[in-house]
């Protein structure tokens, strides 16, 4: 009986001793964590990423004026050619034949002329003895002039027969490769309306250009003389360098789409490049080296009311009215500029607005700090002025220890990195 008794009195204990610690062990737990990224110093790099396609710095397409059907090709796909070179020959038959039935009608108008002259030069004579009439001498005159002008007309006619003789030798408008080949020996071409295609040369593929489509919410950062990084799907490993050399003003709208045209320069002393091919490209718009920073969420962090330290001394409040000042300041300005002054007008002027954020007290409590942000590239945000350090732990998101039924994703951030509190 009397050992039954001390087993209960043991039991009771033990369960009022195991309540007793998880409850004071949870009322003591602080019901938030905060998450927190150091201010550390590095590179950030703004940049605007564009899809475009690699062609030749200077493509001329080679055609015909005169139709025929191709008798000789000199050169095929990847054959280097010299400016003059005759690359082909259109068959000359008819056009040879139409050279000497031109020819043939000028001798024909030469010898009228001659005779027209030979009466005038009569009539004139005999007029001048008074044996002729002036109507018949003004007659002879006028055959004479028609029969001049026919003959300058029957010269032109031979003259563009020659030429269109010539044409039908094909040569080279540049020095360069020919990357297409569009006919065979053989193949009528029919220079009617449009003039049929035969070659495509590029005049130097050591030296290529990118076109790319840039976007018209981006084409505003984009200047002259950029550097620029791109890849291409043949070689995934490899990175290419060129240089923004032109923006064309030209839109190009694609599916209610506008983008703008930028041309990269790209040196290609190995040939890799080929034209058509497709570059993914990254514009380097902004770099700035060794310059603090922090992860670009602390500036979307809001805590709670309940989560901020109570006290507030004079340097809060007058960093407070600083920034209270600094934002009259700026909407004055953008009332004046007539509200054309959007966010992005502060990206690249000192003037941009004083930022709050936040850190951890030893009280648990958060207080704030102003700065100053300079550029971001969408992970990090460079600290133009504030009152921070190097290795300074900023509060950039809170996780609740304790889930409730309230609790949902934007009240419990999660993500890896930082300390917690």
Excluded: C
Excluded at 43 to 70: E, K, L, P
């Amino acid at each position: 009986m009397k050992n039954r008794f001390i087993l209960i009195v043991v039991l009771s204990v033990a369960v009022i001793g195991a309540g007793g610690f998880f409850y004071f062990s949870s009322g003591s737990a602080p019901d938030l964590m905060y998450r927190t990224e150091k201010v550390t110093r590095g590179d950030i790099q703004v940049v605007v990423t564009a899809t475009g396609t690699v062609s030749a710095d200077t493509t001329v397409t080679v055609g015909t004026q005169v139709s025929g059907t191709i008798s000789k090709l000199y050169v095929d796909f990847n054959s280097q050619v010299k400016k003059g070179q005759v690359i082909a020959l259109i068959d000359t038959t008819f056009l040879a034949s139409a050279v000497q039935d031109a020819r043939a009608s000028l001798e024909k108008g030469i010898a009228q002329t001659n005779d027209s002259r030979r009466t005038y030069r009569r009539e004139k004579a005999l007029l001048e003895k008074g044996l002729a009439d002036t109507a018949d001498y003004d007659a002879a005159m006028t055959t004479y002039e028609s029969n001049v002008a026919a003959q300058k007309s029957l010269q032109s006619q031979l003259d563009r027969a020659i030429i269109n003789l010539n044409y039908a030798t094909i040569r080279a408008p540049i020095s360069g490769v020919v990357i297409s080949r569009a006919v065979d020996i053989g193949q009528t071409v029919a220079a009617s309306f449009a003039t049929p295609t035969l070659f495509t040369i590029a005049n130097d593929l050591t030296r290529m250009q990118v076109q790319a489509a840039v976007d018209e919410a981006d084409i505003g950062r984009v200047k002259d003389g950029e550097d620029v990084l791109f890849t291409v799907d043949a070689y995934p490993e490899l990175t290419f360098h060129g240089t923004v050399t032109q923006i064309q003003l030209a839109p190009v709208t694609v599916q209610n789409v506008i983008t703008y045209t930028v041309v990269i320069e790209v040196p290609n002393p190995d040939l890799k490049l080929m034209p058509g091919m497709t570059a993914t490209s990254t514009i380097l718009v902004t770099k700035k080296e060794n310059v603090f920073r922090i992860p670009t969420i602390a500036f979307r962090f809001q805590p709670l009311p309940e989560q901020i330290e109570a006290r507030k001394d004079s340097t809060s409040a007058a960093n407070d009215s600083a920034r209270a000042a600094e934002r009259r300041k700026l909407l004055a300005q953008q009332k004046q500029a007539g509200g054309a002054m959007g966010v992005n007008s502060w990206q690249t002027t000192s003037e941009r607005p004083m930022t709050r954020l936040w850190v951890v007290e030893k009280s648990k409590k958060l207080t704030p700090i102003y700065v100053r942000p300079g550029i971001a590239d969408g992970t990090f945000t460079e600290i133009l002025q504030g009152k921070v350090e190097e290795g300074q732990e900023i509060v950039v998101g809170v996780m609740s220890q304790k889930p409730t039924a309230a609790a949902t994703p934007f009240t419990q951030p999660g993500g890896g990195g930082g300390r917690r509190f």
